[in-house]
Nanobody
């Protein structure tokens, strides 16, 4: 069984910063990629940023230049540094990981429970 646990959400004023963390645990053989998604009330879940095991990153246009994703493969952890936060960044942020549980097994997507980020104006 695989578990993803997020931390670091909270309430911050516009222009402020937050750092999210997500730790993967359980029966993990390898992690191909990890990332962050968010969902605001009434909206669909959307990609924020992803990072592969080789370090390649991808960002939503709305966060480029403000957010930075990074990872620690040894700790099975991914981080999201969020700077210059805007009220429109308010959402539940979910950690996602593409994980393989055995050498010959397929990889599957796993999700964390989410952490609330609220940016006040």
């Amino acid at each position: 069984q695989v578990r993803l646990v997020e931390s670091g959400g909270g309430l911050v004023q516009a222009g402020g910063s937050l750092r999210l963390s997500c730790v993967a645990s359980g029966s993990i053989f390898s992690i191909n990629a990890m990332g962050w998604y968010r969902q605001a009330p009434g909206n669909q879940r959307e990609l924020v940023a992803t990072i592969t095991i080789s370090g390649s990153t991808n960002y939503a246009d709305s966060v480029k230049g403000r957010f930075t994703i990074s990872g620690d493969n040894a700790k099975k952890t991914v981080y999201l540094q969020m700077n210059s936060l805007k009220p429109e960044d308010t959402a539940v942020y979910y950690c996602n990981a593409d994980i393989r549980m055995s050498l010959r097994g397929s990889s599957y997507d796993y999700w964390g429970q989410g952490t609330q980020v609220t940016v006040s104006s």
